[in-house]
């Protein structure tokens, strides 16, 4: 299953990766964006000009990591088109 099965949507929104956060244990992952984070309008799927919400996703998923509750894990399939993995910690 994809995650635009799951969201209808490339992105993860940031309330169903907190709501995932909180109910995650040890080992859990979860693919939060496909596509090219630093220049989602250059991105193959679905480029967008909407790069506030992309960057927040971005930012909130970084604050994860720094406060070592998740670690990030990225998978690259073509020149920009990436898929961005949360692991929890």
Same mark, same amino acid.
Not at 21 to 42: E, W
């Given at each position: 299953?994809?995650?635009?099965?799951?969201?209808?949507?490339?992105?993860?929104?940031?309330?169903?990766?907190?709501?995932?956060?909180?109910?995650? !244990?040890?080992?859990?992952?979860?693919?939060?964006?496909?596509?090219?984070?630093?220049?989602?309008?250059?991105?193959?799927?679905?480029?967008?000009?909407?790069?506030?919400?992309?960057?927040?996703?971005? !930012?909130?998923?970084?604050?994860?990591?720094?406060?070592?509750?998740?670690?990030?894990?990225?998978?690259?399939?073509?020149?920009?088109?990436?898929?961005?993995?949360?692991?929890?910690?």
């Amino acid at each position: 299953m994809s995650l635009r099965d799951i969201t209808g949507d490339l992105m993860l929104s940031i309330k169903k990766f907190d709501e995932w956060l909180n109910k995650s !244990t040890k080992g859990d992952k979860i693919m939060y964006y496909r596509g090219f984070l630093f220049a989602p309008n250059q991105q193959k799927l679905s480029p967008t000009l909407d790069l506030k919400r992309v960057e927040k996703l971005a !930012t909130h998923v970084r604050n994860a990591y720094h406060g070592s509750t998740i670690t990030m894990v990225q998978k690259r399939h073509d020149d920009f088109d990436y898929e961005y993995w949360a692991i929890r910690t």
